[in-house]
């Protein structure tokens, strides 16, 4: 198989199933794609070599109506319009293509808008009157890409959409009702069913969950129900009078912390010394986007980038921290010494009839392998080439 996949090989095969598919094939479609990626050093590579093209949604954008749209809606503006105001899902691909929102304003000709790289208080307010025009109602918190930003500048959601002079949406009228009220209704309701009523025939059950944190405790608090008879957490029956608790698991749950995630607002247990924000990775994901839009992460990225030359010379050949003293002999008797045996593999793959680098490589180690001992069928050379000395 070794002989089979070389660059010629691998690039006939995805041309064969691209004419089977008739579109650029996925990464996953492709049986040698791992082998592809690596050999082309990556994917997309791998497939420009092929002859496929326009690989990418962005890679389809009209800069010339582009430059039009964005200039009528400058001069309807009297400004350099931000991502929000030209839409956001459009600019994003547009970022994409252009590295970033201000590259193409000045492609346009057009003045960056400080908006596009830091928020100010005009510029949310401005933000969220443009997309509540777009979609012709008040923006929910979730639905607004920079509501990080909010917070900055505003006390809460609803001070930020009555200063923008939007109208606030409406809330569930069930908040508005007092304690007293609450738990007059749930002994009301005891009264009529002669026993205490279980939780789904409480109409109000998500705000007595809500404020009393468990349906056992909102009873026990309403005088339906003793608390040595059953675990404020769970509701089983506790074997001790006196406990709250029926075991370690549900006490250590009553005292475990919880967090209110930056994106949709929902509640996760986390300990307050984490520095996790966000409840699953989707979110995380969303965060992280929003950082890099908002340039969370433009000082980090110049100090990678003017770092990046000194590390890399540092690290190549035989500076590198893993490289090791190899000997070997080649299929026409000539001996070569290297440090690095991946990096001489790479600088002379023409000497190994038409493997790849990691071919290549795979087959010098397992016949060190093969004379520690470690194998259980040992080879002793590698396409005429054979190991004579080597140091860990």
């Known amino acids: 198989m070794s002989e089979k996949l070389t660059e010629s090989f691998l690039i006939s095969e995805v041309k064969k199933l691209g004419v089977e598919l008739g579109r650029t094939p996925k990464y996953k479609e492709f049986k040698y794609s791992r082998t592809a990626a690596k050999t082309f050093n990556s994917w997309n590579n791998f497939l420009s070599e092929a002859g496929f093209k326009e690989l990418h949604n962005w890679e389809k954008i009209d800069l010339d109506n582009l430059k039009l749209e964005v200039i009528e809606m400058t001069n309807k503006l009297g ?37 596009s790289n830091k928020h100010t208080k005009e510029s949310l307010l401005s933000d969220v009157r443009a997309l509540a025009k777009r979609l012709n109602k008040t923006p929910l918190k979730s639905e607004f890409p920079f509501r990080e930003s909010v917070l900055y500048y505003f006390e809460s959601w609803d001070e930020f959409i009555l200063s923008a002079g939007l109208v606030p949406p409406k809330k569930n009228r069930s908040v508005s009702i007092s304690d007293d009220q609450l738990i007059k209704e749930v002994r009301s309701l005891a009264n009529d069913l002669k026993r205490v009523p279980k939780s789904k025939e409480f109409k109000r059950y998500s705000t007595a969950r809500e404020r009393y944190k468990t349906w056992t405790f909102f009873l026990i608090t309403a005088g339906l129900e003793r608390p040595e008879d059953k675990c404020i957490v769970c509701g089983k029956e506790v074997r001790r009078k006196g406990n709250k608790f029926c075991s370690r698991k549900c006490y250590a749950k009553s005292k475990q912390n919880t967090k209110e995630c930056v994106v949709c607002g929902k509640s996760f247990a986390e300990p307050p010394s984490s520095d996790k924000v966000c409840c699953s990775p989707s979110c995380g994901k969303e965060h ?105």
């Open 79 to 115: 400004h350099s319009p931000t991502m929000v105001e030209f839409g956001f899902s459009k600019a994003v691909s547009i970022s994409n293509k252009y590295k970033s929102w201000g590259n193409f304003l000045s492609l346009c000709g057009l003045p960056p808008s400080d908006k």
């Open 288 to 392: 992280r986007q929003q950082l890099q839009f908002s340039g969370a992460y433009d000082k980090a990225n110049q100090k990678w980038l003017a770092e990046k030359e000194k590390y890399f010379a540092d690290h190549k050949g035989n500076k590198h921290p893993n490289a090791k003293y190899w000997k070997i002999k080649s299929p026409t008797g000539k001996t070569y010494e290297t440090v690095n045996l991946k990096d001489f593999i790479r600088q002379n793959i023409e000497l190994f009839d038409g493997s790849t680098v990691r071919q290549a490589f795979d087959g010098i180690v397992k016949i060190k392998a093969s004379e520690q001992g470690k194998r259980k069928r040992p080879v002793k050379s590698y396409k005429g080439w054979t190991l004579l000395d080597w140091k860990d």
